[in-house]
């Protein structure tokens, strides 16, 4: 059974809404983000990533937006499914030879059918 | 494509016994890690390999160890189990520094 994420912050969207998951990262110094998706029983499964000379990045349903002034980042998911119900973690790299890839505490996704 | 493969998946031990985690990657990636994960947190990092043939402290190094035995393979031995390492351990690879780890499935360890 799953024990990760058992008192996670938990974001519950209505199927076909859009959701948005936000972060907040700890290091100024760091310039690469990555957002994964964690499904019951899995490992970490990457979804989209964006460096910090960017501000926005789009994929498929997903944009993350990054936001260095107050160190956030965030998910937007587009017209949320069944399948997008997961627990979701923002990680930061400080590309400078730390190796570290920092992970944030996840918030659990719920989609309402 | 296997991608990362870890082994075993699911283990129990006993206070004071060892073992080893195995982690191989068929990704001809430069760099893997080793991360536990608690509930209601997120992944920490225990040791990473930047490169064969090197190996590093992270965030939760003690009572582990670690061997990059080749560009492949990452092992992870707690000498002496201890409860407080009851946790699911991740095994990762990335092809360089910034860009993307991949995760392998896990192994839910439990110490008694």
């Known amino acids: 059974g799953e024990s990760v994420g058992l008192h996670l912050p938990t974001l519950s969207v209505q199927e076909g809404d859009n959701s948005i998951i936000n972060c907040a990262y700890s290091?100024?110094?760091?310039?690469?983000f990555i957002w994964y998706k964690q499904e019951s029983g899995k490992g970490p499964q990457f979804i989209i990533d964006i460096r910090s000379n960017m501000d926005k990045r789009q994929g498929q349903r997903v944009t993350v937006l990054l936001n260095k002034t107050v160190k956030h980042l965030s998910l937007q998911i587009a017209a949320t499914q069944p399948g997008d119900s997961a627990v979701y973690f923002c990680a930061e790299n400080m590309s400078s030879g730390t190796y570290k890839y920092i992970f944030g505490t996840g918030t659990r996704l719920k989609v309402l059918a | 494509n296997a991608g990362v493969t870890q082994t075993p998946k699911f283990q129990v031990l006993k206070t004071g016994q060892s073992m080893t985690l195995q982690c191989a990657q068929d990704?001809?990636?430069?760099?893997m890690y080793w991360y536990r994960q608690d509930p209601g947190m997120g992944l920490r990092l225990i040791y990473y390999s930047a490169s064969e043939g090197t190996t590093d402290k992270g965030e939760v190094p003690n009572g582990y160890n670690v061997s990059r035995l080749n560009k492949r393979e990452f092992s992870l031995r707690l000498e002496s189990a201890a409860p407080s390492q009851t946790s699911v351990y991740f095994c990762?690879?990335?092809?360089?520094?910034?860009?993307?780890?991949?995760f392998g499935q896990g192994t839910r360890l439990t110490v008694v």
């Open positions: 290091n100024s110094a760091s310039d690469y």
């Open positions: 990704m001809n990636h430069n760099s």
């Open positions: 990762a690879s990335s092809a360089q520094e910034g860009t993307e780890a991949f």
